[in-house]
């Protein structure tokens, strides 16, 4: 079946420090690979998207590229702000499956001044 | 526009009691989700409905918990009776064909 691998947390960084959290998924043919994010008591929100090999998805300052060969959708930001601070989804859509998707357990970045 | 409508935001219940959770889409949205999230499980997806009808409800624990749509505008996730296991935070989403899903603020269950 479908999963999804993220890197464990509390990831916890400097303001203006460079980020990385991991993901890795395992799909049947090609899935299309979203980040969302989940501020303290609110539900998700999309962050961003890739729906093919090598497509970069960004917003604010966020960015991941799908990489097939390495089953890969790194979350990077160059420049993390107190802001920031949240628990990051990482979640493909498998394209036999309907609308569903299927999430990675989630990992918490507390950004501190 | 208002986004997805969850009720209630907190619930506090005894074991054995009916808990109902509700949830009202977007309109015009035809998929809606229902995701239970846990500390120890993370996000999982309990159900889902396209165009009121479920589509997958493989997700859903055990026949304590039943989820209905009787219309687009309104779902509901019931659980009889209830457990302190059951205790989560319920999220719903809607979702265009393909679209990204919009999620609800939870609703956060306590079974004591």
């Known amino acids: 079946g479908n999963s999804v691998t993220q890197m464990e947390g509390p990831v916890t960084l400097s303001e203006e420090a460079f980020l990385t959290i991991n993901c890795t998924y395992t799909?049947?043919?090609?899935?299309?690979l979203f980040w969302y994010v989940q501020y303290p008591g609110e539900g998700l929100q999309l962050l961003l998207k890739?729906?093919?090999?090598?497509d970069k998805g960004s917003n604010k300052g966020f960015e991941a590229t799908y990489r097939k060969e390495t089953t890969s959708f790194h979350l990077e930001k160059g420049s993390v702000q107190v802001s920031d601070s949240a628990v990051y989804f990482c979640?493909?859509?498998?394209?036999?499956?309907?609308?569903?998707?299927?999430f990675g357990t989630g990992t918490q970045l507390k950004v501190e001044l | 526009d208002a986004g997805v409508i969850q009720s209630p935001r907190h619930e506090v219940t005894e074991m054995g009691q009916e808990v109902t959770l509700r949830c009202k889409p977007i309109?015009?949205?035809?998929?809606l989700f229902w995701y239970r999230q846990t500390m120890m499980r993370g996000l999982e997806l309990l159900i889902y409905?396209?165009?009121?009808?479920?589509?997958?409800d493989s997700g859903m624990p055990e026949d304590r918990f039943s989820a209905k749509m009787p219309n687009a505008s309104f779902s509901t996730l019931k659980i009889q009776p209830s457990e302190p296991r059951d205790s989560a935070v319920y999220f719903c989403?809607?979702?265009?064909?393909?679209?990204?899903?919009?999620f609800g603020e939870g609703s956060r269950l306590t079974v004591l």
């Open positions: 309109s015009g949205h035809d998929y």
């Open positions: 989403a809607s979702s265009l064909i393909t679209g990204e899903l919009f």
């Open positions: 979640a493909l859509r498998d394209p036999g499956g309907g609308n569903k998707l299927t």
């Open positions: 890739a729906t093919k090999a090598d």
């Open positions: 799909a049947t043919g090609y899935p299309s």
């Open positions: 409905f396209n165009n009121n009808v479920p589509i997958d």
